[in-house]
């Protein structure tokens, strides 16, 4: 599967963007997805979390209330909403597909496969 993340962009902090990720080549409405994102410098971190309906997501306490992630499965899509941005959200932003199609997923990357290519969030003061 190929995973295309869209949306990034540069935003006034306070701000808000929409992320995309694409899925294709297959089906992904049985796997969990998440976002991660990676400053330079740092290590790759966590960010959200959807089960495969969309009925259970999980966020870091870093963007919880901020961001909300979201699925379209007839799109074969993820959604990644982040409002109130601030500029320590500034990072490259990833999509990623569960290793184990129904099975839930956890949180560190080495619980996701398939990586999209990555789109650039940067949020100025």
């Known amino acids: 599967v190929q995973l295309q993340a869209s949306g990034g962009g540069l935003v006034q902090a306070g701000g808000s963007l929409r992320l995309s990720c694409a899925a294709n080549g297959r089906t992904v409405s049985n796997y969990y997805m998440g976002w991660f994102r990676q400053a330079p410098g740092k290590e790759r971190e966590f960010v959200a979390r959807?089960?495969?309906?969309?009925?259970?997501?999980s966020y870091a306490s870093s963007v919880e209330g901020r961001f909300t992630i979201s699925r379209d499965n007839a799109k074969n899509t993820v959604y990644l909403q982040m409002d109130s941005l601030k500029p320590e959200d500034t990072a490259v932003y990833y999509c990623?597909?569960?290793?184990?199609?129904?099975?839930?997923?956890?949180?560190?990357?080495?619980?996701?496969?398939?990586w999209g290519q990555g789109t650039q969030v940067t949020v100025s003061s």
């Open positions: 959807i089960s495969w309906s969309g009925a259970s997501t």
């Open positions: 990623a597909i569960a290793l184990t199609p129904g099975l839930r997923a956890g949180e560190r990357p080495v619980d996701f496969g398939s």
